[in-house]
């Protein structure tokens, strides 16, 4: 189960410097894996074996009508809502301001796990002025230098004990699957036409987070759980147009599940929102399937769809190779295609190859087009073995990995492709020494 930190805060306090620093490896890994461009919003961190993601506030335009201050305190508020734990990042060099206090004032009030983290402490001179902010009423106070990362030590280990206990995996062996997408997009009428008004299958399952609900999906011979975070159908009115919102969703909901169904408004294409939700998904490596839905309102021609697939595709390349159904929500259309899909990815997700059977398929096509010579150097590939990781991994043992190019990857990720069904999978392909 994902556990989520929220970085809050005010403008130049040292959000986005934070969150650089409690992502880096991770987000290293991850990128290398993926050959996502990383951004500055969403990462994963590890402190002494506990993992969670990390989310800065700060990352999200405040598009907003409202006056600055509003605006900022809807994210708060927002993050709260939506994150275990809240990292507050204050300025040592500007003392307590305004701002500052009426966001510890919200803290106060409705958040549980608060960190104040006082940045910009450089040298342990500073340290005395860090305590003027226990002026703000909360606890926990952690000087810290974003920047060159002292303190931070200190701040991380406070933080992986109060994150909540999220229980073990085991007792979730059902395939667990999540609606995602912008609002508006359909979502809360797919989730009502495939559970109805069917409550007594709500459980609630032990370890689950805060908001989530586990609906217990049975019928038709299908059987799998439904996550849903509070609200997609109790919706709450007040923040829905806010992209953070939705985009704060989205992380709860995908971190707690297998495959996610991205749900799309066919009347409005393929926009910035639903790409980062995209690009969330990918690089939280869970498995999709992309709905277009409100399909009936789009006027066909025989190539309408292929058409809208391959627009689609060219957005999220270099990875195309995901189901595309065409829903329709309030008209039940294809929507048990959807879970068929869905379950077919959840299929995929867990192949395992075998070592020969790898081996005998890939090494004949490397032989035939072997990674292209570096400074003088060839690259001598010698076997290769799926990893056991939750995501199809596939190590590739050779005696210069660090010469062997993105394209190559890509290459080989391809062939794998082809050979077996990985549809809807995001793929790991490593390159190691031997
Ligand atoms: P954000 O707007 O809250 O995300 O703030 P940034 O992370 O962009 O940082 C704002 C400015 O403060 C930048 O010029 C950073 O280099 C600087 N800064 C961040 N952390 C520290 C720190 O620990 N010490 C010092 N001296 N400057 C810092
Ligand atoms: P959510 O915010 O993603 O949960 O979206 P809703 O399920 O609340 O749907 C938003 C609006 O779009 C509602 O008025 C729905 O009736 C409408 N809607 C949802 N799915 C479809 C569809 O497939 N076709 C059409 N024509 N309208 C739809």
Redesign the pocket.
């Given at each position: 189960m994902g556990n989520i930190v929220a970085i809050v805060g005010r403008p130049n306090v040292g959000k986005s410097t934070l969150f650089n620093r409690l992502t880096e490896s991770r987000q290293a890994i991850v990128d290398e894996a993926s050959g996502v461009t990383r951004d500055r919003i969403y990462g994963k961190s590890e402190w002494n074996g506990v993992r969670f993601s990390v989310v800065d506030t700060g990352g999200y335009a405040i598009n907003s009508e409202d006056q600055f201050e509003n605006a900022i305190r809807e994210q708060v508020l927002i993050a709260i809502e939506e994150a275990d734990v809240i990292v507050f990042v204050v300025d040592v060099s500007t003392g307590v301001t305004d701002y500052d206090e009426a966001v510890a004032e919200i803290l106060r009030r409705k958040a549980k796990n608060v960190i104040i983290a006082v940045n910009k402490v450089d040298n342990h001179q500073q340290i005395p002025e860090a305590s003027y902010f226990y002026s703000m009423g909360l606890n926990e106070l952690f000087p810290i230098s974003a920047i060159n990362g002292a303190g931070t030590g200190e701040l991380l280990d406070h933080l992986v004990k109060i994150l909540p206990d999220k229980g073990e995996e085991e007792d979730i062996e059902l395939p667990r699957f999540t609606v995602v997408?912008?609002?508006?997009?359909?979502?809360?009428?797919?989730?009502?036409a495939l559970i109805g008004e069917d409550r007594n299958i709500v459980t609630p399952l032990s370890g689950t987070t805060r908001d989530s609900i586990f609906t217990r999906y049975n019928k038709y011979g299908h059987d799998f759980y439904l996550v849903d975070t509070a609200g997609?159908r109790k919706?709450t009115k007040v923040h829905?147009d806010l992209e953070f919102y939705s985009v704060m969703r989205a992380i709860r909901a995908i971190e707690n599940s297998d495959v996610c169904l991205l749900?799309i408004?066919a009347t409005r294409g393929f926009e910035g929102q639903d790409q980062k939700i995209f690009s969330l998904i990918e690089r939280n490596r869970k498995g999709v399937v992309v709905l277009v839905?409100?399909?009936?309102?789009i006027e066909k021609e025989n190539n309408t769809a292929k058409e809208f697939e391959e627009a689609l595709k060219s957005l999220t390349a270099p990875y195309t190779d995901y189901p595309v159904i065409f829903?329709?929500?309030?008209?039940k259309?294809r929507i048990f295609k959807a879970l068929e899909e869905a379950l077919a990815v959840y299929e995929n997700k867990s192949r395992k190859v075998g070592t020969s059977k790898l081996n005998e398929f890939l090494l004949p096509i490397i032989e035939n087009y072997p990674p292209p010579a570096n400074k003088g150097k060839y690259i001598k590939i010698k076997y290769i073995t799926q990893l056991p990781a939750s995501v199809p991994s596939f190590a590739f043992f050779c005696n210069l990995p660090q010469y062997v190019k993105e394209p190559y990857k890509r290459f080989v990720e391809n062939k794998l492709r082809q050979k077996w069904n990985f549809s809807g999978v995001p793929m790991n392909i490593f390159f190691r020494k031997k």
């Open positions: 997408g912008r609002p508006n997009a359909g979502k809360s009428s797919l989730i009502n997609i919706k829905e749900m408004d839905n409100k399909w009936d309102l829903t329709s929500a309030t008209e259309k």
